[in-house]
């Protein structure tokens, strides 16, 4: 790939070398691939602390599901016994 061909980027279906820009819209073009950037590594930590608050959440429920389960204790009974 030459450094031409790493120069064109398509806008609204229209390719454009970037080296023909202005330096206003080659500053806009280096904004908008940080921004890019910056969406995919926000959009990574918000998967994990997505996975991360699901799991704490289970955590949770699981955990109060067991002290339910052990507040519940079976009342034992004697058996009656029958009067002869």
């Not at 398509?10 to 202005?22: A, M, Q, R, V």
Request: aromatic residues 8%; glycine residues 2%; hydrophobic residues 35%.
């Amino acid at each position: 790939m030459t450094d031409t061909q790493n120069n064109i980027i398509n806008i609204n279906g229209t390719e454009y070398d970037t080296d023909s820009f202005n330096n206003e819209q080659k500053y806009v073009i280096a904004q908008i691939r940080d921004l890019q950037a910056r969406f995919e590594v926000e959009k990574f930590k918000l998967d994990q602390t997505q996975v991360a608050l699901q799991s704490f959440t289970s955590a949770l429920l699981k955990s109060l599901e067991e002290s339910q389960e052990e507040e519940v204790v079976p009342e034992i009974t004697q058996p009656k016994q029958l009067v002869n």
